[in-house]
């Protein structure tokens, strides 16, 4: 991978490692980069191991020190079936906005790092913004994506409702479940950055509106998620009302049976004992009079039934 080192005087400049100046500089390294350049960097071997062991979680691991800040971003996408994660270390400096590929790998980081750059002249050109802008481009497209999951919960509820049998229902939740869990954290992630750029703790910037202005957006997002999420725990109850629905149907219909069969099994069982002085077992007739009693007693079932609505 190819370092990527930009200088600010007049506009944005690429460099290479042994030329960085005291003007303003942004670079983009992968991991091995900086284990190698870290020292040109001015960055300790004590405060390179530490950035190393970080972003173990979307959780916020930033750290505030009196000249520096630094922190993890760990990268994930909206899309329902992606898998792709890669996580980013940032370290802030005065003069200094250095970006590395600390784990996975991530072309849309450096693509957005480009774009980022490419972005500012020399009239418009601010660290904070700078920053803002890189940050903002992880997220920026995401209403989108955030909406294109809506449809897919919608595109189940209404499969639920119109399909007879839904046999992938519990993959699907379980795979919409997980990926909304993801997602709130990656926006939780990105408040929690805001927040502690914002407050500037090590004064290294001269105006914060921009994460302030990031802050609202990444918060927003977050709330659509949770909105998803909540959607969600309605989609299980329908499928769930649907289920039952679909049970109490089974049964009533169950009930409807044996309640036809009921007055059979008592005329079975009545004339099945058998006793001596029965009348009916040496009557010419008893036979045909069994058989219509059994036939009158479907058929009053069958008008009780219909009067009640059960069938």
Same mark, same amino acid.
């Given at each position: 991978? #190819?370092?990527?080192?930009?200088?600010?005087? +007049?506009?944005?400049?690429?460099?290479?490692?042994?030329?960085?100046?005291?003007?303003?500089?942004?670079? =983009?390294?992968?991991?091995?980069?900086?284990?190698?350049? &870290? !020292?040109?960097?001015?960055?300790?071997?004590?405060?390179?191991?530490?950035?190393?062991?970080?972003?173990?979680?979307?959780?916020?691991?930033?750290?505030?020190?009196?000249?520096?800040?630094?922190?993890?971003?760990?990268?994930?996408?909206?899309?329902?079936?992606?898998? !792709?994660?890669?996580?980013?270390?940032? $370290?802030?400096?005065?003069?200094?906005?250095?970006?590395?590929?600390?784990?996975? &790998?991530?072309?849309?980081?450096?693509?957005?790092?480009?774009?980022?750059?490419?972005?500012?002249?020399?009239?418009?050109?601010?660290?904070? +913004?700078?920053?803002?802008?890189?940050?903002?481009?992880?997220?920026?497209?995401?209403?989108?994506?955030?909406?294109?999951?809506?449809?897919?919960? !919608?595109?189940?509820?209404?499969?639920?409702?119109?399909?007879? +049998?839904?046999?992938?229902?519990?993959?699907?939740? /379980?795979?919409?479940?997980?990926?909304?869990?993801?997602?709130? !954290?990656?926006?939780? +992630?990105?408040?929690?950055?805001?927040?502690? #750029?914002?407050?500037?703790?090590?004064?290294?910037?001269?105006?914060?509106?921009?994460?302030?202005? =990031?802050?609202?957006?990444?918060?927003?997002? $977050?709330?659509?998620?949770? #909105?998803?999420?909540?959607? #969600?725990?309605?989609?299980?109850?329908?499928?769930?009302?649907?289920?039952?629905?679909? /049970?109490?149907?089974?049964?009533?219909?169950?009930?409807?049976?044996?309640?036809?069969?009921?007055?059979?099994?008592?005329?079975?069982?009545?004339?099945?004992?058998?006793?001596?002085?029965?009348?009916?077992?040496?009557?010419?007739?008893?036979?045909?009079?069994?058989?219509?009693?059994?036939?009158?007693?479907?058929?009053? $079932?069958?008008?009780?039934?219909?009067?009640?609505?059960?069938?």
């Amino acid at each position: 991978m #190819l370092t990527l080192i930009f200088e600010f005087t +007049q506009s944005f400049k690429e460099t290479d490692i042994n030329n960085i100046s005291d003007n303003h500089t942004v670079a =983009f390294l992968s991991a091995s980069e900086f284990e190698e350049y &870290h !020292n040109k960097l001015g960055i300790s071997d004590s405060d390179y191991k530490k950035y190393m062991q970080k972003g173990k979680s979307f959780r916020s691991e930033t750290e505030v020190h009196h000249s520096y800040i630094y922190g993890t971003i760990r990268t994930t996408e909206p899309d329902i079936n992606s898998k !792709n994660e890669a996580l980013i270390s940032f $370290c802030f400096k005065k003069k200094l906005i250095l970006l590395i590929e600390t784990a996975g &790998h991530s072309d849309k980081a450096r693509e957005y790092f480009i774009q980022s750059v490419h972005r500012f002249s020399e009239k418009k050109y601010s660290p904070e +913004q700078f920053i803002a802008v890189f940050i903002d481009t992880f997220i920026r497209n995401d209403g989108a994506e955030l909406e294109s999951i809506e449809f897919g919960i !919608n595109n189940i509820e209404d499969r639920i409702i119109n399909e007879a +049998q839904y046999k992938n229902f519990n993959e699907e939740m /379980l795979s919409y479940k997980r990926k909304l869990l993801r997602l709130r !954290n990656y926006y939780e +992630q990105f408040i929690d950055i805001g927040e502690v #750029l914002a407050g500037n703790e090590s004064g290294i910037f001269q105006n914060t509106v921009y994460f302030r202005n =990031f802050i609202r957006k990444a918060e927003r997002l $977050c709330d659509d998620v949770n #909105l998803l999420r909540d959607g #969600l725990v309605q989609l299980r109850d329908t499928y769930q009302s649907h289920l039952d629905q679909k /049970l109490n149907n089974t049964m009533k219909l169950f009930t409807v049976i044996t309640a036809f069969f009921s007055p059979l099994t008592l005329i079975a069982g009545w004339y099945g004992m058998n006793f001596k002085y029965m009348p009916e077992l040496n009557w010419r007739y008893g036979y045909a009079f069994v058989i219509a009693l059994s036939i009158a007693s479907v058929i009053g $079932c069958l008008i009780i039934f219909k009067r009640k609505k059960m069938i």
